[in-house]
């Protein structure tokens, strides 16, 4: 057991997998000596080599093409993009090649590309996007934002050991404001799994990542008034546990769905759909949506909390 932040989590189990499996590496800027912008592989180099920690030019779809390429080679390269924007830069790599490999020839590709996301942190708009629907939206990507340090490993065990590229969605607002008990003994997550964060039976809120814990503190002030909300952590959206979703609300009868991400084509509209179609009899409202706003995201601290959920 150890206690650890969401950032240490994630180098625990960036360096746990390059331990136990000698074809994980790691490509990225900056990911070596410096240890990366948000020192997520601090030590790393020091540890397993420059052959394994690889520090690349500033040129995202050469670092995604490097790995798909690796992948088909047999590697497991872990891709660390410094920014999640960046990564627009490698998406035809990503949705294009990665993503259909497998359909077109048959061949696997396990690799994670790293993004972090998300605002809170007063970057701006090239520096805070949350873009897991657009890799959703992609058949052959898994996507998982994990919202807790202890989620941080075990979703990325799952993703390294994972046959399919999976987009591994980090929250910077989260890297060292939350600390928690991190069994080293804890198995990889399952994909496509759902936690009840919280039991209650007044309503459900359905999120993820750093919607997590906004939704968890708003079911403790509620719980003051007398209020009981089920707080459902998706963790993993491609695949995701619809059917956690349904039994809850079923349970409660009422659904919020919340994201960082912005409104319009948020992943949230997917799960508002699903309990449309799947449990409307047991609907006492409508189902609703809390997420950022259709705008991108000021510099300026306060601008930003007007943005954000």
Same mark, same amino acid.
């Given at each position: 057991?150890?206690?650890?932040?969401?950032?240490?989590?994630?180098?625990?189990a960036?360096?746990?997998e390059?331990?136990r499996?000698?074809?994980?590496?790691?490509?990225?800027?900056?990911?070596? @000596?410096?240890?990366? @912008?948000?020192?997520?592989?601090?030590? +790393?180099?020091?540890?397993?080599?420059?052959?394994?920690?690889?520090?690349?030019?500033?040129?995202?779809?050469?670092?995604?093409?490097v790995?798909?390429g @690796? #992948?088909i080679?047999?590697?497991?390269?872990v @891709?660390?993009?410094?920014?999640?924007?960046?990564?627009?830069?490698?998406?035809?790599?990503? !949705?294009?090649n990665?993503?259909?490999f497998?359909?077109?020839s048959?061949?696997?590709?396990?690799?994670?590309? %790293?993004?972090?996301?998300?605002?809170?942190?007063?970057?701006g708009?090239f520096?805070?996007?949350?873009?897991?629907?657009?890799f959703?939206?992609?058949?052959?990507?898994k $996507?998982? $934002?994990?919202?807790?340090? %202890?989620?941080?490993? *075990?979703?990325?065990?799952?993703?390294?050991?994972?046959?399919? =590229?999976?987009?591994?969605?980090?929250?910077?607002f989260?890297?060292?404001?939350?600390?928690?008990? $991190?069994?080293?003994?804890?198995?990889?997550?399952?994909?496509?799994r759902?936690?009840v964060?919280?039991?209650?039976?007044?309503a459900t !809120?359905?999120?993820?990542?750093?919607? !997590?814990?906004?939704?968890?503190?708003?079911?403790? #002030?509620?719980?003051?008034r007398g209020?009981?909300?089920e707080?459902?952590?998706?963790?993993?959206?491609?695949?995701?546990?619809?059917?956690?979703?349904?039994?809850?609300?079923?349970?409660?009868?009422?659904?919020?769905?919340?994201?960082?991400?912005?409104?319009?084509?948020?992943?949230? *509209?997917?799960v508002?759909?699903?309990?449309?179609?799947?449990?409307?009899?047991?609907?006492? *409202?409508?189902?609703?949506?809390? *997420?950022? +706003?259709?705008? =991108?995201? =000021? #510099?300026?601290a306060?601008?930003?909390d007007?943005?954000? =959920?």
């Amino acid at each position: 057991m150890a206690v650890l932040t969401y950032i240490d989590a994630i180098r625990a189990a960036l360096a746990e997998e390059m331990r136990r499996d000698e074809s994980v590496i790691l490509v990225g800027e900056d990911i070596g @000596a410096y240890g990366g @912008a948000f020192k997520a592989t601090k030590g +790393l180099l020091e540890e397993f080599g420059a052959e394994r920690v690889i520090d690349a030019p500033i040129a995202e779809s050469a670092i995604v093409g490097v790995c798909i390429g @690796a #992948a088909i080679r047999g590697l497991r390269p872990v @891709a660390e993009m410094q920014f999640a924007d960046f990564v627009t830069c490698g998406f035809s790599q990503l !949705v294009v090649n990665a993503a259909t490999f497998h359909y077109r020839s048959g061949q696997s590709v396990p690799m994670v590309v %790293r993004l972090p996301a998300g605002g809170g942190v007063a970057a701006g708009p090239f520096h805070s996007r949350c873009p897991e629907a657009w890799f959703a939206h992609a058949p052959g990507l898994k $996507v998982v $934002v994990p919202a807790t340090p %202890r989620d941080a490993r *075990a979703l990325m065990l799952a993703a390294i050991r994972d046959p399919d =590229p999976v987009i591994y969605v980090e929250q910077k607002f989260l890297y060292r404001r939350l600390k928690e008990d $991190v069994p080293a003994d804890d198995p990889p997550a399952e994909l496509g799994r759902a936690l009840v964060r919280r039991e209650g039976k007044d309503a459900t !809120v359905v999120t993820y990542g750093a919607g !997590v814990h906004m939704a968890l503190e708003a079911a403790e #002030a509620l719980a003051a008034r007398g209020r009981s909300i089920e707080v459902v952590d998706l963790r993993s959206l491609v695949p995701y546990d619809g059917e956690t979703v349904l039994a809850s609300v079923r349970k409660t009868s009422r659904v919020l769905v919340l994201h960082e991400a912005h409104r319009t084509c948020g992943f949230g *509209a997917e799960v508002a759909a699903l309990v449309a179609d799947e449990a409307f009899a047991h609907l006492d *409202a409508p189902v609703r949506r809390l *997420a950022a +706003l259709d705008a =991108p995201t =000021p #510099a300026e601290a306060t601008l930003e909390d007007f943005v954000r =959920p």
